[in-house]
């Protein structure tokens, strides 16, 4: 064994142990040390501390290499004394991970980007600037991939480059003239010798180029143009996966940011689709396999980095949620290891135990992955065979011996292999015991046998829609991948739709929705990918005919089946607001990504309302009230865009609008449904010249952008006509102006919507000065004989339009007796006494309204009460029956005879008619 060797000026105390430990641990930095006594001093003077960039770029700069071999020679021995000193302090137990990956990667961004600029002004010198369209000079691009994208390097690890440069032209020089091709050919030759080739001070890197574009087989560099076409024309499912870490290297004068920014615009859209691709999972599923295949092919099943339970299998757990999910969540399209898996725990896509036990593993493995490269500074990842090998390698993890240190690998790399088979596991293998009915749908007696079985009530329907479906032309047209997810999701939704309780009504919705999604491989992925989101899927659309139609709608909510908060029934909604920011901040004047932003955060929201509606996690009033809060924040949103792109006209765009918008109807009492449109009035009270011009164009705008179908589908339905003059007035009314309406123009009808009035977005301070107006019209005395008689022709009027006219069924909002019949009552009750009774002024909710009045004696309790529980009913079976038969909710007369009586009752005793 070579001798150990003293840090000559080491402070004894401070590095003596960890010093002894690295020399007995590595073979490669006793001989180091012995070749080249002088890295002690470096050692001595650095090793108490991280080395830093700063002092790899002072060592290359005081070397001041003027020649190729100088170059190579002080970058060599830079490279020897960063790895000396990451041994000492790493098997010194004084540098964490991320200092030894941070400092090799630094190592590598310093070295190359040093070598780059020296090659370049080398060559420049004989050819002049390669020049880009403008006549600016360009540099070569360096993209690090793989751990050295992800500043993830380990200590003898290989670099893997891929080197573009911006645009094709000429050098400019005045004597001999190069093609921009050739001279960044030249470039990378050059770059690549420098760090790559073997000398008797060894090499700093092993340079790898085969991720470029046609790997070993493609040009050495190339243009940004020739790369966007490659994408676009060749790049497969695992140049994805390698490009979702790359980094441009360029630092000081090799950075051209704009250039940067085009390479990422392009690479981008290529590596992060725009829709959730759960196509991904097969592509890495097969990648891995090949993988796998190899490694048992050259028996390295013990093989830290590629063997079972490796390194490489949480990479790619790691990697594949960033495909599937990176394009519409670009929080994700980050590049180290660690920080994805801590982002997707923090998201709720994997278990918070899940990454936990990930992250213990890859640190474990990385760490054991150095030591097994310090030893002789090699690219290994095998476990050593030799008994005092092993015991060394034992000993610098801390273990007693090797059997210890077998059973803590053994069991991380259980984990890692048990996690990755939960990620990437194929989905049900073998034939589906109904396959034979979906591939074969004809109605014989042992098809439609099994069918009734299995609770199937109309099984012959079901084989004749069934064999109409796989006759189509839609169908037979469909790419044979997607036709091949279809046939194996088939029988599975036979099977997940006899599971529910309406089997039938399930299988055709199902079945509809399938068709719908035919063409969307990464849909039909998902389902394949995941059974139990195909029964949740099941159980909602059986549930409900209108959350089938939504899913229809929106088929991107599927992924939303994969959320473990989808049944959180406490909504933290300053985190909602805070995401939802998040996204448009990405996005900021993509005025249609900003709308379908919009939408489909709304739909992913209440759809999460849907399913917990659905499993019976809410009464109709929470359901109202979050529905409400909802609607509330994206019409607040709404507003701070549009006015973000109008605020430059106004005279002072640093300030807020003062402008608000108040909500009628159901969002103003918040008692919003899934369908629910929006009945809105806008205001403002801003007394510069041209202020109404401009409030006027953002009203316009926010009803357009809610109300405008995009492909995303539409926000909400916006109805204005509540405004003083209904269409034919002003869309903005300054505040004055709508108090005076009210005062003295307005209908008694509209004195009545104004009970269930609020303010929910913009100014506060116009928002109380509505709230103090509305006060002042509904505190108004009023002849009590005259607005009976304008409430009851109001209500005549409304029973002549939309009354059913049936004497064995019952419309639960329209009919006498019916929710609007208790709405008019409170609203009389309200308008003719709130003078008196100050209390009926706030906008409480109907319920909580006729408890006051007959707290007051306006009512007699003893009939208030039944007609505060059949309102209470007749919501919430007015809300049942539109999840499943439209927008018209009826029932049979009969069976609310009761509730129809009471409410006739107050009526009655209210207005003195029956």
Known sequence: ????????????????????????????????????????????????????????????????PASDESLKRALRQLRQRVMATLIVRDLGNLAPLSEVVESMTQLADVTTNFALDFFHRQLSELFGEPLDSRGQPQRLLVIGMGKLGGRELNVSSD?????????????????????????????????????????????????????????????????????????????????????????????????????????????????????????????????????????????????????????????????????IRGGREPALQIRPTLQVLALLAERRLLPVETERELAAAYEFL?????????????????????????????????????????????????????????????????????AGIWDDPVAGDDSLERLSTLGFRQPQVMLEGLQSFRQSGRYLQLPASNRERLDALGPRLIDAAAATGTADATWQRGLAFLDTISRRGAYLALLQQYPQALMKLAELIGSSSWAADYLTRHPILLDELLDSRIFDVTTDWQRFRQDLHARLALHVDDIEREMDILRETHHAQVFHFLAQDIAGMHTVEHLADRLSELADIMVQTTMDL??????????????????????????????????SDLDLVYLHNDPEPDAGELYARLGQRMSTWMSTQTAAGMLFEVDLRLRPNGDSGMLVSPIEAFRDYQLQHAWVWEHQALTRARF??????????????????????????????????MRQ?????????????????????????????????VLGHAHRHPRLCGNLGNIALLGIAAELGLIPADLAEPVR?????????????????????????????????????LWEAVFGVA
Request: hydrophobic content about 40%.
């Open 797 to 829: 009027r409304m029973l002549d339009q939309h009354a059913s006219g049936s004497e064995e069924s019952f419309d639960i909002k329209h009919d006498r007796g019916g929710l609007i019949d208790v709405e008019f009552i409170v609203q009389y009750l």
């Open 642 to 675: 549009c006015w973000h792109k109008l605020k430059h006209r106004h005279p002072h765009p640093e300030c807020p609008p003062r402008f608000a918008v108040i909500a009628y109807g159901k969002l103003g009492g918040k008692e919003l449904g899934f369908a």
């Open 159 to 323: 670099v893997d480059y891929i080197f573009v440069y911006p645009e094709e032209g000429q050098t400019g020089g005045s004597g001999r003239r190069l093609d921009n091709y050739d001279f960044f050919l030249r470039l990378g030759k050059r770059l690549i010798s420098a760090l790559g080739d073997i000398s008797e001070d060894g090499q700093v890197f092993r340079v790898d180029m085969r991720l470029r574009p046609n790997g070993d087989s493609g040009a050495l560099v190339g243009s940004l143009g020739s790369l966007e076409n490659y994408f676009i024309t060749q790049g497969r499912e695992w140049e994805r996966y390698a490009w979702i870490k790359a980094r441009v290297m360029n630092e000081g004068v090799n950075l051209q940011p704009e250039w940067v920014n085009a390479l990422q615009s392009i690479a981008r859209p290529f590596v992060f689709r725009k829709y959730l691709d759960f196509g991904a999972i097969n592509a890495m599923r097969g990648l891995h396999a090949q993988i796998r295949r190899e490694v048992a092919r050259k028996d390295m099943a013990e093989h830290i980095k590629l063997g079972p339970g490796g390194i490489r299998e949480i990479e790619f757990i790691a990697q594949v949620f960033q495909l």
């Open 366 to 434: 990385r760490r054991l992955e150095h030591r097994l490269q310090y030893v002789n500074d090699a690219q290994t990842h095998r476990l050593p065979g030799a008994d005092e090998e092993r015991r060394q390698i034992a000993a610098s993890l801390g273990f007693a011996d090797w059997h210890g240190f077998l059973l803590v690998l053994d069991a991380h790399r259980a984990t890692v292999a048990r996690h990755f088979e939960q990620v990437f596991s194929e989905p049900e293998e073998g034939r589906h015991p109904l």
């Open 760 to 793: 929910c977005a913009g100014d506060p301070a116009v928002g109380e000065q509505f709230e103090a107006i509305r006060i002042e019209i509904l505190s108004q005395a009023r002849d009590l004989a005259t607005l009976r008689d304008e409430v009851l022709a």
């Open 869 to 905: 529980s059949a309102y209470r009913e007749f919501r919430r079976m007015q809300h049942v029956l539109r999840l499943n038969a439209g927008r018209r909710a009826r029932v049979e007369r009969t069976s609310v005879s009761h509730r129809i009586e009471a409410v006739r009752a």
């Open 1 to 64: 064994m070579e001798p150990h060797i003293d840090p000559r000026g080491a402070d004894p105390g401070a590095l003596h142990l960890p010093w002894q430990t690295a020399q007995t641990h590595s073979r490669y930095l006793r001989q180091l040390l012995a070749a080249r006594p002088q890295i002690a001093n470096w050692l001595g003077e650095h090793a108490a501390q991280p080395v830093t960039a700063a002092q790899m770029s002072d060592f290359l700069a005081q070397a001041a």
